[in-house]
């Protein structure tokens, strides 16, 4: 599977400020999606980032809150934008196997741990 | 209704047992599913992926009943290590990419 490293692992923030968390894949990838799990609750997804075009967002996420870049196959970054704390969360990437994208296995980064204060 | 509903456990389980839990879906159309073990403050890692009727990977069993829509994780031989939140997963009825995942069933193996 892909091997996927993401920047900051850890992160305090001050409300209102913006962070923008990095993902970075070994091999060239369609579709990359960036999920979000907040304390004691399962993942949520948030967008599904694909490369040369705009990322898709689901219910109850938007674009100006949470916006998205995708240079290339292998990369993505996340912003979170005009935090407050109840975006505090884990925020993880991942990305289909590209050898078994039929599947719809997803592999998961470590994940980026974000606190608001 | 949610479409991967999941028992949360835990289930404390002495080692060397067996412990097994479910974990329904709501779209009858799901092809495959798949079991993520998450540790704690870790990513979740693929555990399983079921696309007939089951799967089985040495202590690990996953079996699929598509006429009443659960999935099932057997685990057998239980091991300290085993303990950790089991999440159930299954492909969105929205698009192409999709997962779906349950809220967890966490596992704690006991000495």
């Known amino acids: 599977s892909a091997v996927i490293s993401q920047k900051p692992s850890r992160d305090i923030c001050q409300r209102g400020t913006s962070l923008t968390i990095q993902c970075q894949v070994d091999?060239?990838?369609?579709?990359m999606f960036w999920y979000r799990q907040q304390p004691g609750q399962s993942l949520t997804l948030i967008a599904t980032?694909?490369?040369?075009?705009?990322?898709?967002?689901e219910s109850g996420f938007v674009i100006d809150k949470f916006p998205i870049s995708r240079p290339n196959l292998t990369f993505s970054t996340l912003t979170v934008s005009n935090m407050s704390p109840e975006d505090s969360s884990i925020y993880l990437c991942?990305?289909?196997?590209?050898?078994?994208?039929?599947?719809?296995?997803?592999?998961f980064g470590p994940g980026t741990r974000l606190t608001v204060l | 209704r949610k479409e991967v509903e999941q028992d949360p456990g835990p289930f404390n389980v002495p080692e060397g047992a067996t412990v097994a839990f479910n974990c329904t879906y709501s779209n009858s159309a799901s092809q495959s599913f798949f079991w993520y073990r998450q540790d704690c403050r870790k990513e979740p890692k693929l555990l399983m992926s079921?696309?007939?009727s089951g799967n089985e990977d040495g202590r690990f069993t996953a079996q699929l009943n598509r006429a009443s829509q659960y999935i099932s994780l057997l685990i057998r031989d239980s091991k300290l290590s085993d303990s950790a939140t089991y999440l159930c997963?299954?492909?969105?009825?929205?698009?192409?990419?999709?997962?779906?995942f349950g809220a967890g069933t966490q596992v704690v193996v006991t000495p």
């Open positions: 079921v696309y007939s």
């Open positions: 091999s060239q990838v369609t579709m």
């Open positions: 997963v299954a492909p969105s009825t929205d698009s192409w990419g999709k997962l779906q």
């Open positions: 991942s990305v289909e196997d590209p050898d078994r994208e039929a599947y719809n296995e997803q592999f």
């Open positions: 980032a694909n490369q040369g075009s705009e990322a898709t967002y």
